[in-house]
C-alpha cells in the first residue's frame, strides 16, 4: 500500500473534551475515549487521577507540545484533552454475536494498522454494504473512530459494530477459538484472491498503508492472498483492496454450493 499521511487528532466541535476535571469525569462516567493529551509539563493531582483511570480503562495517553492542545480546543484546556470516539466500540464477542443474531456464519474484518481516517470511514462503508458482522482495529498506531471516519464511513458505524483491540494477534487467536478461517492480504502471497476459498466463517485481515501485515499478524494467517497488479503501480489503495477482497467473498457466497 502506498503511504498514508499521519494520523491526525482533528475532528469537529464535541470532538475534543478540555479542561482537568471534565477529562477526569469524562473516565468515570466510561464516556467512548480514543485518546488522551496532556501537555509535557503539566502536572497536578488531576492528572495523576486521569492516568491512572486511563491506565485502568486501557486508553492511550500521549504526552504533547502544548501548541497541539491549543490548536485543538480554543477555550481553556488546563494542559488536558481527550479525544472523543464517534461511536461506542464493542467486544470481539460482540461482533461474534451480531453473526449470532442474524444467524449466519461470521465475516469479519481486521485492520492491521490503517492510520487514514478516510480509508478508514471508505473501509467500514463498504464492510457494512458487504454484509460483514464487525470490524476490528488496534488501538494504538492507527485511526480511531474520529469524526471523520464517521463522516466518511456516511451512516454505516449506525450499523457495523467496530471493536478496537489491544493485541491484534490476541484477537485472532480468539477468532481462531470460535471457528473462524483467518485469511491475510499480502502481496508477496503466493496464491491470487480468486484462486482460494474465501467463505464465512472468515476472518480478512487488511494491513495499513506502507507496511501492510505486521509480521506477528501474518504469522497468525491461516492463509495470504494477493491481488494481481497487472499495470505500473505495485500495489492499491487499502480501501480499494478491501472492497475488491470483501466482493470476491459476496460472490464466492452466492456461487458457493449449498
Known amino acids: 500500500m502506498p503511504p498514508g499521511p499521519e494520523p491526525s487528532d482533528a475532528g469537529v ?29 503539566t502536572r497536578g493531582g488531576t492528572i495523576r487521577e486521569i492516568l491512572q483511570e486511563a491506565r485502568r480503562q486501557d486508553i492511550a495517553v500521549q504526552f504533547v507540545d502544548q501548541r497541539r492542545l491549543d490548536a485543538l ?8 484533552v481527550a479525544l472523543a470516539s464517534a461511536r461506542p466500540l464493542v467486544s470481539v464477542e460482540d461482533v461474534l454475536a451480531a453473526a449470532h ?11 492491521d494498522g490503517v492510520e487514514d481516517p478516510a480509508n478508514l470511514g471508505a473501509i467500514i462503508r463498504t464492510a457494512e454494504g458487504a454484509g460483514v458482522h464487525g470490524v476490528i482495529i488496534p488501538k494504538h498506531r492507527a485511526a480511531g473512530l474520529t469524526p471523520a471516519v464517521a ?10 459494530p467496530v471493536a ?19 485469511a ?9 484472491y480468486h484462486h482460494v476459498r ?24 491461516d492463509i495470504l492472498v494477493q491481488l494481481p497488479m497487472r499495470g505500473r503501480i505495485a500495489s492499491l489503495n487499502v480501501a480499494v483492496a478491501t472492497g475488491v477482497l470483501l466482493y470476491e467473498v459476496v460472490r464466492q457466497m452466492a456461487t458457493a454450493n449449498p
Open 151 to 160: 463522516k466518511t464511513a456516511a451512516g454505516a458505524l449506525e450499523y457495523l
Open 73 to 80: 480546543l480554543r477555550t481553556p484546556h488546563q494542559g488536558v
Open 101 to 111: 443474531s442474524r444467524h449466519e456464519p461470521p465475516l469479519v474484518l481486521v485492520l
Open 198 to 221: 474465501l467463505l464465512p466463517p472468515l476472518a480478512l485481515v487488511m494491513g495499513g498503508e506502507g507496511k501492510g501485515l505486521s509480521r506477528l499478524v501474518r504469522e497468525h494467517c
Open 13 to 41: 466541535e464535541g470532538d475534543a473534551i478540555g479542561g482537568r476535571r471534565a477529562v477526569l469525569e469524562a473516565l468515570r462516567a466510561r464516556r467512548p475515549l480514543r485518546k488522551i493529551l496532556i501537555g509535557r509539563t
Open 184 to 192: 491475510g492480504a499480502d502481496p508477496a502471497a503466493v496464491d491470487a
Open 164 to 182: 478496537q483491540v489491544t493485541n491484534l494477534v490476541r484477537a485472532l487467536d480468539e477468532l481462531k477459538a470460535a471457528g473462524l478461517w483467518v
